[in-house]
Every structure is written in structure tokens, then in C-alpha cells.
């Protein structure tokens, strides 16, 4: 991991945040190509689970919502952990993970293990933030961050029903920051307090549900293998009844192997109708699908929930590696081309040559409109590629003394490194058909 943070900050994928002011625990901004990277996985979600389905609409809800919604949701009672406090040194810890963490004294040992420590009994602590809403700042003007983008899809329902014209099976899709005050965050942007969700409500009459909720399993696992990662750091684990949420009656991960180990990159939850009837029951509206001969149920809910950024630190952990080529170390990316944050750099071989310099512009300024490219003109040309290696472009296409002569450049493969010759104006055609190209990682 430390590895991938350090490649993180040197290429301004990620900073940690508010760093001039000695930064804020677990805190991070998204550099330019942490934006590209996060951009292609929003995009890529959006386009496969709501403008690829018939099934499907999307949603974009308020971040503060009426603080009924998580009284009726369950989190004002129940988004809790346990947490016991050391009286000697005044640390706070999950009471669930005490094997797993560290006390605050030197050599560092388990909390409760020293004849010093002093803990607490365990006290629910609830992961919601709290801010105020108005200029009272009484009980009455407490509101929430949302801590899932979920509840916001779920109060929507009877509008998508209505003016979306839709009946069950269907899905309703949303994507969006959501904010929990974490005990214990940290592995980089693996658990943070600030993150972007991704989530799916998709309502089934209930019979249907077990068979959707391993559907989506399904979708869910091929997806991440569709966008490059490789299947041998996948797995599905499905919850044990004491792990699962209030809610579930069935959740699955789909796990990766992460630096720390298997963990939760994605849930598969099957709420059952817990949601739809909690709104109802909270704020008198009906939240049922009435069919048009009278048939009414209240739809069971399967919802695929992940966050960008645990996608992100898979692909990059995924896609890193360390090669030695011509005698020299390279550090490469591989990432899935359509995936990439650029997809190609432009690279006049001597920048100060007049010639050169007008057709990697020429090149440059045609394919931009496209397509996401970059034209670097300093440096040599073997650090121009490493740069480009270590963000992960997929091709490099260079502009040399041929290109003057014959009109053809060269591109460079990232994976394979190899080299051919293609016409100048064949370019944006060989791109868009090498976008289009099945790929798979030269990683083992
Ligand atoms: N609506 C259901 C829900 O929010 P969750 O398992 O608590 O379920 C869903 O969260 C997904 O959100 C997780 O699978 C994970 O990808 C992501 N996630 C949750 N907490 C996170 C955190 N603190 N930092 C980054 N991602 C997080």
C-alpha cells in the first residue's frame, strides 16, 4: 500500500488533504489524474448500470435530508459502533477490534492488555455526522450527512413509480458523496470519512427476490472483471446471519485481495421490504406498487452499494508494477485502457524541431476532442515514457523524423512495448478501435 500512496502523490493522483495546515486524519484531494481515474469509474458504472438497461433510472438526492428519514431508516438508533475509552491514554477504540488495534503507549500493545490500561465499558457511538440547519442551533435543527445515498433513492420511490412510469422489476441508481464519522479509518482511501458512493435499489415483487439478488451478484462480479481486474483477487463471501445489517436477509461481498487482505470491496444486500416499509409507516405515504388490475405489494429491494474510492485503490494495487526493462526500472500501471485516466500522449521526439513540434500540436489538437490525451514536449523521450507509464497511458504516439518524410508515427504500447508505424491521420480511427479491443493484464 505504501507504495501505491507514494505513486499516488509523486503523479498527483491523490494529496492528502488540508496538508499545509498539518492535514486532517484520513482526509484526501483528488489531484488531476485521481479525477480522470474517478471520472472513467463514474462514467463506466453509470453507462452499464442505467443507460445499457431498460430496467433502470437514476437519481441524484440532497445530501441533508429530513432527519425523519434516518429515525425511519434505523440509523438514528442502530448506525453505531462500540467503543471503549482508555482513562490512561485517552485513546478510543472499537470495542468489536480490540485483537486488532494498538494502544497509545510505547512498545504499543493491545488495549486492555498492560495492568495501565484503563478502559471503559463499551458505549455506542453513533457514525452519522450532525450539523444544524438554520440559524437555531437547538434540538429541532439537528440534521445528518447522509451515511448512505441509499435512503434518498427510497423516499423518491413513489415519484420514479408515477412519473417514470415503471413497474417491478426496476432499479433506481445513484451515485454520490456520503459522510460517516469512522472510529477507525485509515489503509489510505480503503475507509475514510468523506467518500463516493455508488448505489442501486433495484424493487422486486417479493417472490422474485432470491433469484435477483444472486443476479446481481452475478452482474456486480463480472463488472469488475470487465473493467481488468484479475480473477484471482475476486471473491464472493457471503454474510453469516450475526455479520448481516438490520435490514438484510441476505448479503454477499464481492471481496478483493487488498495489501491488508480479503475485504469488502462491494455488498449485495437483499433489504427485503424493511425500507419501503419503514417510509411508509414514518411518514403516511404509501410506498406500494399498485398494478393496473389492483394487485399491491410492497417490492423487496436488492441493492448493489460500493464507493468509489474502493475501486480505486483496487484498480491501482491491481495495476501496479515494478519491471526492469533494458536494463532500467520502470514503474507501470497497468490499467485497463478504457479505464485509464489518459489514453494516449502525444510526443513530438525533439520538441525544438519546428516541424515536429507542428504536427504532435496538430495530432493533439484533433484527438483532445475526443478522446482524454496528453501532449508532453519535455524532458527526453525514455522519461516522457516512464512518466506516462507510471499513470498508466496506454500508448504513446511519437512524432520523429519519418513522420516529416512519410507521414507516419510511431505508437508505443505500455504492456508489451512494442512499436509500429501507422499513417498520421489514421491516428483517431486506430484509437477508437483500440479502445474497443478486448484486454487483458500481462500480470500474473
Ligand atoms: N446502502 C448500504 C451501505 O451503505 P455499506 O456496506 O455500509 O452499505 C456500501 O457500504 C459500500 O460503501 C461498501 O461496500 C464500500 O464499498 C463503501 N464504503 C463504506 N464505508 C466506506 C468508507 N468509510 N470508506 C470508503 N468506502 C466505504
Given at each position: 500500500?505504501?507504495?501505491?500512496?507514494?505513486?499516488?502523490?509523486?503523479?498527483?493522483?491523490?494529496?492528502?488533504?488540508?496538508?499545509i495546515?498539518?492535514?486532517?486524519?484520513?482526509?484526501?484531494d483528488?489531484?488531476?489524474?485521481?479525477?480522470?481515474?474517478?471520472?472513467?469509474?463514474?462514467?463506466?458504472?453509470?453507462?452499464?448500470?442505467?443507460?445499457?438497461?431498460?430496467?433502470?433510472?437514476?437519481?441524484?438526492?440532497?445530501?441533508?435530508?429530513?432527519?425523519?428519514?434516518?429515525?425511519?431508516?434505523g440509523?438514528?438508533?442502530?448506525?453505531?459502533?462500540?467503543?471503549?475509552?482508555?482513562?490512561?491514554?485517552?485513546?478510543?477504540?472499537?470495542?468489536?477490534?480490540?485483537?486488532?488495534?494498538?494502544?497509545g503507549?510505547?512498545?504499543?500493545?493491545?488495549?486492555g492488555?498492560?495492568?495501565?490500561?484503563?478502559?471503559?465499558?463499551?458505549?455506542?457511538?453513533?457514525?452519522m455526522?450532525?450539523?444544524?440547519?438554520?440559524?437555531?442551533?437547538?434540538?429541532?435543527?439537528?440534521?445528518?450527512?447522509?451515511?448512505?445515498?441509499?435512503?434518498?433513492?427510497?423516499?423518491?420511490?413513489?415519484?420514479?413509480?408515477?412519473?417514470?412510469?415503471?413497474?417491478?422489476?426496476?432499479?433506481?441508481?445513484?451515485?454520490?458523496?456520503?459522510?460517516?464519522?469512522?472510529?477507525?479509518?485509515?489503509?489510505?482511501?480503503?475507509?475514510?470519512?468523506?467518500?463516493?458512493?455508488?448505489?442501486?435499489?433495484?424493487?422486486?415483487?417479493?417472490?422474485?427476490?432470491?433469484?435477483?439478488?444472486?443476479?446481481?451478484?452475478?452482474?456486480?462480479?463480472?463488472?469488475?472483471?470487465?473493467?481488468?481486474?484479475?480473477?484471482?483477487?475476486?471473491?464472493?463471501?457471503?454474510?453469516s446471519?450475526?455479520?448481516?445489517?438490520?435490514?438484510?436477509?441476505?448479503?454477499?461481498d464481492?471481496?478483493?485481495?487488498?495489501?491488508?487482505?480479503?475485504?469488502?470491496?462491494?455488498?449485495?444486500?437483499?433489504?427485503?421490504?424493511?425500507?419501503?416499509?419503514?417510509h411508509?409507516?414514518?411518514?403516511?405515504?404509501?410506498?406500494?406498487?399498485?398494478?393496473?388490475?389492483?394487485?399491491?405489494?410492497?417490492?423487496?429491494?436488492?441493492?448493489?452499494?460500493?464507493?468509489?474510492?474502493?475501486?480505486?485503490?483496487?484498480?491501482?494495487?491491481?495495476?501496479?508494477?515494478?519491471?526492469?526493462?533494458?536494463?532500467?526500472?520502470r514503474?507501470?500501471?497497468?490499467?485497463?485502457?478504457?479505464?485509464?485516466?489518459?489514453?494516449?500522449?502525444?510526443?513530438?521526439?525533439?520538441?525544438r524541431?519546428?516541424?515536429?513540434?507542428?504536427?504532435?500540436?496538430?495530432?493533439?489538437?484533433?484527438?483532445?476532442?475526443?478522446?482524454?490525451?496528453?501532449?508532453?514536449?519535455?524532458?527526453?523521450?525514455?522519461?516522457?515514457?516512464?512518466?506516462?507509464d507510471?499513470?498508466?497511458?496506454?500508448?504513446?504516439f511519437?512524432?520523429?523524423?519519418?513522420?516529416?518524410?512519410?507521414?507516419?508515427?510511431?505508437?508505443?504500447?505500455?504492456?508489451?512495448?512494442?512499436?509500429?508505424?501507422?499513417?498520421?491521420?489514421?491516428?483517431?480511427a486506430?484509437?477508437?478501435?483500440?479502445?474497443?479491443?478486448?484486454?487483458?493484464?500481462?500480470?500474473?
Amino acid at each position: 500500500m505504501d507504495k501505491i500512496v507514494s505513486l499516488c502523490r509523486r503523479r498527483g493522483f491523490v494529496f492528502p488533504s488540508s496538508e499545509i495546515y498539518g492535514g486532517l486524519g484520513s482526509t484526501y484531494d483528488y489531484g488531476h489524474y485521481g479525477v480522470l481515474l474517478k471520472n472513467e469509474i463514474r462514467s463506466r458504472w453509470l453507462r452499464t448500470m442505467v443507460q445499457e438497461r431498460d430496467d433502470m433510472v437514476a437519481i441524484d438526492s440532497a445530501v441533508i435530508l429530513n432527519p425523519a428519514v434516518w429515525v425511519a431508516s434505523g440509523h438514528v438508533a442502530g448506525f453505531s459502533d462500540p467503543l471503549v475509552d482508555c482513562r490512561t491514554c485517552k485513546l478510543r477504540f472499537r470495542a468489536d477490534k480490540l485483537d486488532d488495534s494498538s494502544c497509545g503507549r510505547k512498545p504499543s500493545k493491545r488495549p486492555g492488555e498492560t495492568p495501565d490500561c484503563d478502559l471503559t465499558e463499551p458505549r455506542q457511538f453513533n457514525l452519522m455526522f450532525q450539523t444544524q440547519v438554520g440559524a437555531m442551533e437547538d434540538a429541532s435543527s439537528t440534521a445528518y450527512l447522509r451515511p448512505e445515498t441509499a435512503q434518498g433513492i427510497f423516499i423518491n420511490f413513489k415519484n420514479v413509480l408515477q412519473i417514470a412510469r415503471r413497474k417491478p422489476p426496476f432499479g433506481i441508481a445513484q451515485t454520490g458523496k456520503s459522510f460517516r464519522n469512522e472510529i477507525t479509518p485509515g489503509n489510505f482511501l480503503f475507509r475514510v470519512r468523506e467518500f463516493e458512493q455508488m448505489e442501486m435499489e433495484y424493487f422486486v415483487p417479493p417472490a422474485e427476490a432470491v433469484q435477483w439478488y444472486e443476479y446481481w451478484i452475478g452482474e456486480r462480479y463480472s463488472w469488475y472483471l470487465d473493467i481488468g481486474l484479475r480473477e484471482t483477487m475476486l471473491r464472493v463471501r457471503e454474510h453469516s446471519a450475526e455479520e448481516r445489517s438490520h435490514y438484510s436477509s441476505g448479503t454477499s461481498d464481492i471481496e478483493y485481495l487488498y495489501p491488508i487482505g480479503w475485504q469488502e470491496l462491494e455488498g449485495v444486500a437483499n433489504r427485503g421490504d424493511y425500507d419501503l416499509t419503514q417510509h411508509t409507516q414514518a411518514s403516511g405515504t404509501k410506498l406500494e406498487y399498485v398494478g393496473p388490475d389492483g394487485e399491491r405489494y410492497t417490492p423487496y429491494v436488492i441493492e448493489p452499494a460500493v464507493s468509489i474510492e474502493r475501486i480505486f485503490v483496487a484498480l491501482l494495487c491491481d495495476a501496479y508494477d515494478e519491471e526492469v526493462v533494458n536494463d532500467r526500472d520502470r514503474t507501470v500501471l497497468h490499467l485497463h485502457p478504457a479505464i485509464a485516466p489518459v489514453k494516449a500522449a502525444i510526443l513530438p521526439l525533439i520538441p525544438r524541431d519546428e516541424g515536429m513540434a507542428t504536427r504532435a500540436r496538430t495530432l493533439f489538437e484533433e484527438l483532445r476532442r475526443r478522446f482524454a490525451v496528453e501532449h508532453d514536449d519535455s524532458g527526453q523521450i525514455g522519461r516522457r515514457y516512464r512518466r506516462q507509464d507510471e499513470i498508466g497511458t496506454p500508448w504513446a504516439f511519437t512524432i520523429d523524423e519519418q513522420t516529416l518524410e512519410d507521414e507516419t508515427v510511431t505508437v508505443r504500447d505500455r504492456d508489451s512495448l512494442a512499436q509500429e508505424r501507422l499513417p498520421i491521420g489514421g491516428v483517431a480511427a486506430w484509437l477508437d478501435e483500440a479502445l474497443a479491443r478486448p484486454w487483458r493484464t500481462p500480470k500474473t
